[in-house]
């Protein structure tokens, strides 16, 4: 008769494997989570041994990493970092460069003559339109449209989203 040693992580659901691992308390806001919770796939039962422990390895390794001023610091700008070069590919995807509208054309910002004072131009526009106190009157219009149409048709008129 073999024993069975419990490997720790190691959940079987179904038959299925995977590892779950709760993220500690300090470290969940860097992290962006609060658990690791990896399916190990359609594999046997000794690899999902393997794959469960080189998992537990690896965040045991960054747990430690994270207890260090310098490792958490570390962790940190490489998160900054990994943002960055997000935002960079979400950019490239899209024509390469920032855009900014002038008047009804797109125009990259490095093109811009003021690009701060068009910032702030657009950013006053913005309190402008929000410091109204009564709404455009194409929005008076679609609103009302909405209500004639729902008794028209005798149905619920339903949830309603107004802007601020």
């Given at each position: 008769?073999?024993?069975?040693?419990?490997?720790?992580?190691?959940?079987?659901?179904?038959?299925?494997?995977?590892?779950?691992?709760?993220v500690?308390?300090?470290?969940?806001?860097?992290?962006?989570?609060?658990?690791?919770?990896?399916?190990?796939?359609?594999?046997?039962?000794?690899?999902?041994?393997?794959?469960?422990?080189?998992w537990?390895?690896?965040?045991?390794?960054l747990?430690?990493?994270?207890?260090?001023?310098?490792?958490?610091?570390?962790?940190?700008?490489?998160?900054?970092?990994?943002?960055?070069m997000t935002?960079?590919?979400?950019?490239?995807?899209?024509?390469?460069?920032?855009?900014?509208?002038n008047?009804?054309?797109l125009?990259?910002?490095?093109?811009?003559?003021?690009?701060l004072?068009?910032?702030?131009?657009?950013?006053?526009?913005?309190?402008?339109?929000?410091?109204?106190?009564k709404?455009p009157?194409?929005?008076?219009?679609?609103?009302?449209?909405?209500?004639?149409?729902?008794?028209?048709?005798g149905?619920?008129?339903?949830?309603?989203?107004?802007?601020?």
């Amino acid at each position: 008769m073999t024993t069975e040693k419990k490997v720790k992580y190691l959940k079987i659901d179904r038959g299925r494997h995977y590892y779950p691992r709760r993220v500690p308390d300090q470290f969940r806001e860097l992290l962006g989570m609060s658990k690791w919770q990896m399916p190990c796939g359609d594999v046997s039962c000794a690899k999902a041994v393997q794959l469960v422990v080189n998992w537990a390895e690896e965040h045991d390794d960054l747990l430690a990493e994270l207890k260090t001023p310098e490792g958490y610091d570390a962790v940190e700008v490489d998160n900054f970092r990994l943002e960055d070069m997000t935002a960079e590919k979400f950019t490239e995807r899209f024509g390469g460069t920032p855009f900014n509208s002038n008047g009804d054309v797109l125009v990259p910002f490095e093109d811009l003559s003021k690009p701060l004072m068009t910032a702030l131009e657009e950013v006053a526009k913005l309190d402008e339109y929000h410091s109204k106190e009564k709404a455009p009157e194409h929005e008076v219009l679609q609103l009302q449209a909405t209500i004639l149409r729902a008794k028209r048709e005798g149905s619920k008129l339903g949830k309603i989203k107004l802007t601020p």
